[in-house]
């Protein structure tokens, strides 16, 4: 369907610029945007015209990681580390998924809440349970919003009730579930899914691999988000010179495999190379790193370098779907980097933190996250009367966009559109 917004409109065009246009008009053709244009272009002006004066539109947000079978238990077990948080609660509630009328229940929560966020592309974790991964993908498709789904692989180092009885196992259940949801979705496509290294056989990991080729799908996983994991993969993988090397030596580290690695926190200069070689994208997660107290990813160093890079809430070592709460934890923890460990590299800015929420992560997906011609019109309306000033006429759009970013929540966010089509 064809439309055109009009209300005062910011996005990104680069990682350090943003573009405005008070009272402008935002076309919309076949669910991809024709530009942003101060003056409707007389050829656009039959189209039905959606008037939002005085509200900002922006880009909807991406959510490049998070973990829906964790929705449940947001905020239990902070004070724990990675691999104790994992054991202690996130392996037991994931087990839960066998049941499918718990996962009914708790999927229905989780696509409600992300049907009404400001998030409308995401890269989903589910588990290993094919049947609940089904489920959630078609609450995925019917919530509206366009987003990669996987069903987790994991063959060892994990609990009786969340372990695949062999390599086979998981691939033939993997290659089940693939078939099974073949052509059943617009907007929910698969993403292989091996947890991380750890919990996947070296025999798993290759089979993954050629899954990814044999099948051109994405992949998703984990990397360097903890000290002592990290630990735990050398000792795991002798043969491997870092991390990242060890799903290289698989074969499922990036190249034809579009790949987003979570976290990379502690990557050596080594993993870095490999990723900017094989063209992997970081999900930066800053509040899971502070929650489960990973550390803080040398951001700078990766938009500097051209590694691609977006947000992810992590939800449950995250404990909210927001991006906007992503991009300001972004801003914050890249400055207690800076100030407390490394100032070499610079806090990150508004623009910075706006473009990975929206156009850096967007990319994982195509021609998504701008307002440019030929973008997917992913967009978001705000209502910013909750949080009054009586500075607002003074404001640029600029300010009044990094008040939403610092101040704005779900409440605030009055339309959505997905590719063109409005969810609300
Ligand atoms: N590494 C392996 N599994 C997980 C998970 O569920 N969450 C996070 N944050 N890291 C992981
Ligand atoms: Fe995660």
């Known amino acids: 369907m064809n439309r055109v917004l009009k209300g005062d409109i910011v996005y990104s065009r680069?990682?350090?610029?943003?573009?405005?246009?008070?009272?402008?008009?935002?076309?919309?053709?076949?669910?991809?945007?024709?530009?942003?244009?101060?003056?409707?272009?007389?050829?656009?002006?039959?189209?039905?015209?959606?008037?939002?004066?005085?509200?900002?539109?922006?880009?909807?947000?991406?959510?490049?990681h998070l973990h829906a079978p964790q929705y449940t238990f947001r905020s239990l077990g902070m004070d724990l580390e990675l691999l104790e948080w994992l054991n202690t609660h996130t392996f037991p509630q994931e087990s839960r998924y066998q049941d499918l009328e718990y996962a009914k229940k708790a999927y229905g929560m989780f696509a409600e809440d992300m049907r009404r966020s400001g998030t409308t592309r995401a890269v989903i974790f589910a588990t290993i349970h094919p049947e609940a991964t089904e489920l959630l993908m078609d609450l995925m498709e019917e919530s509206g919003i366009c987003s990669y789904v996987g069903k987790v692989n994991m063959d060892r180092n994990s609990p009786d009730i969340l372990c695949e009885s062999s390599a086979n196992e998981s691939l033939r259940a993997t290659r089940q579930w693939l078939e099974n949801t073949k052509d059943r979705y617009q907007r929910t496509?698969?993403?292989?899914?091996?947890?991380?290294?750890?919990?996947?056989?070296?025999?798993?990991?290759?089979?993954?691999?050629?899954?990814?080729?044999?099948?051109?799908?994405?992949?998703?996983?984990?990397?360097?988000?903890?000290?002592?994991?990290?630990?735990?993969v050398q000792e795991l993988c002798p043969w491997s010179s870092c991390y990242g090397d060890a799903y290289d030596k698989a074969g499922a580290f990036g190249g034809e495999i579009k790949t987003i690695m979570a976290h990379c926190v502690w990557c050596p200069d080594e993993e870095l190379e490999l990723m900017k070689k094989r063209g992997v994208f970081v999900a930066h997660c800053p509040e899971s790193n502070t929650n489960l107290s990973s550390g803080i990813a040398p951001v700078r160093r990766y938009l500097d370098e051209g590694v691609p890079t977006g947000l992810g809430s992590d939800v449950a070592g995250g404990t909210v779907l927001s991006i906007f709460k992503a991009m300001?934890?972004?801003?914050?923890?890249?400055?207690?980097?800076?100030?407390?460990?490394?100032?070499?590299?610079?806090?990150?800015?508004?623009?910075?933190?706006f473009y990975m929420a929206t156009a850096g992560g967007g990319a994982f997906f195509g021609k998504v996250g701008s307002f440019e011609d030929g973008f997917e019109a992913d967009a978001l309306v705000l209502d910013e009367s909750r949080v009054p000033t009586p500075l607002f006429a003074e404001l640029s759009l600029e300010e009044r966009l990094e008040r939403m970013i610092y101040l704005g929540c779900e409440q605030d966010i009055i339309h959505k559109y997905v590719a063109g089509c409005q969810l609300f």
């Not at 350090?16 to 003056?39: A, H, M, N, P, W």
């Open 328 to 353: 300001e934890l972004a801003v914050q923890t890249s400055k207690l980097r800076w100030r407390l460990s490394d100032s070499s590299l610079k806090p990150l800015t508004v623009p910075e933190v």
């Open 14 to 64: 680069s990682k350090t610029s943003l573009q405005s246009c008070k009272d402008g008009y935002l076309v919309i053709e076949e669910g991809r945007c024709r530009g942003v244009f101060e003056k409707l272009p007389e050829k656009y002006q039959k189209i039905p015209l959606e008037d939002y004066t005085g509200h900002l539109i922006i880009p909807g947000l991406v959510d490049i």
């Open 189 to 232: 496509k698969p993403i292989l899914t091996p947890r991380f290294i750890p919990s996947c056989s070296d025999e798993l990991m290759r089979g993954i691999g050629q899954l990814a080729r044999e099948y051109g799908l994405p992949l998703q996983s984990h990397l360097s988000e903890n000290k002592s994991e990290i630990a735990w």
